[in-house]
T-cell receptor
Framework: DTAVSQTPKYLVTQMGNDKSIKCEQN?????MYWYKQDSKKFLKIMFS???????INETVPNRFSPKSPDKAHLNLHINSLELGDSAVYFC?????????????FGDGTRLSIL | QKEVEQNSGPLSVPEGAIASLNCTYS??????FFWYRQYSGKSPELIMS????GDKEDGRFTAQLNKASQYVSLLIRDSQPSDSATYLC??????????FGTGTSLTVIP
């Protein structure tokens, strides 16, 4: 019963391709997130999204776009992949409006650009 | 100034010692504070949360919060080699935004 699940776990692709990473949560949370973790291990927030609002980190290139078909899913689509996009991407969810609720993370998607 | 700051380490302690991890935050209105552990190649895992000033204990872990000083810490007693990981401090702001520190790498030496 995985709470936050991401697919695929590994993604190896060529520069210039377009790819998507899927995320689903079964915790009933109202807010989902995408993070990028590079080789220095810093967790950088990319997006947070609930049914009311999409918050975009302004440093994220517009080649990255979140897509949410419903509140249990938040997919990440990436156009024209670049070498610098190689990283681990984590999906997370939380009950956003409830102060004391933490984030729960998926297992990550390891993206390698050739 | 970063929202959440941690010493990146690495921090090395001998097995059985107390490991002390520290974190400061900038938003005085922050209300919730979390410690995550991340093993190499794995996802962050929640190990402690704290919301009120003072200490909160859970097994070998103690979280300490001082809102006046905007400081939160994690103590690990009787450190074990299996505690070797990166520890991430996370703060939920008054606006319900999460901010993570850069993490402190801990190595427990047998």
């Amino acid at each position: 019963d995985t709470a936050v699940s991401q697919t695929p776990k590994y993604l190896v692709t060529q520069m210039g391709n377009d790819k998507s990473i899927k995320c689903e949560q079964n915790l009933g949370h109202d807010t989902m997130y995408w993070y990028k973790q590079d080789s220095k291990k810093f967790l950088k927030i990319m997006f947070s999204y609930n049914n009311k609002e999409l918050i975009i980190n302004e440093t994220v290139p517009n080649r990255f776009s979140p897509k949410s078909p419903d509140k249990a899913h938040l997919n990440l689509h990436i156009n024209s992949l670049e070498l610098g996009d190689s990283a681990v991407y984590f999906c997370a969810s939380s009950q956003g409006e409830t102060v004391n609720q933490p984030q729960h993370f998926g297992d990550g998607t390891r993206l390698s650009i050739l | 100034q970063k929202e959440v700051e941690q010493n990146s380490g690495p921090l090395s302690v001998p097995e059985g010692a107390i490991a002390s991890l520290n974190c400061t935050y900038s938003d005085r209105g922050s209300q919730s504070f979390f410690w995550y552990r991340q093993y190499s190649g794995k996802s962050p895992e929640l190990i402690m949360s704290i919301y009120s000033n003072g200490d909160k204990e859970d097994g070998r872990f103690t979280a300490q919060l001082n809102k006046a000083s905007q400081y939160v810490s994690l103590l690990i007693r009787d450190s074990q080699p299996s505690d070797s990981a990166t520890y991430l401090c996370a703060v939920k702001s008054a606006g319900n935004q999460f901010y993570f520190g850069t993490g402190t790498s801990l190595t427990v030496i047998p």
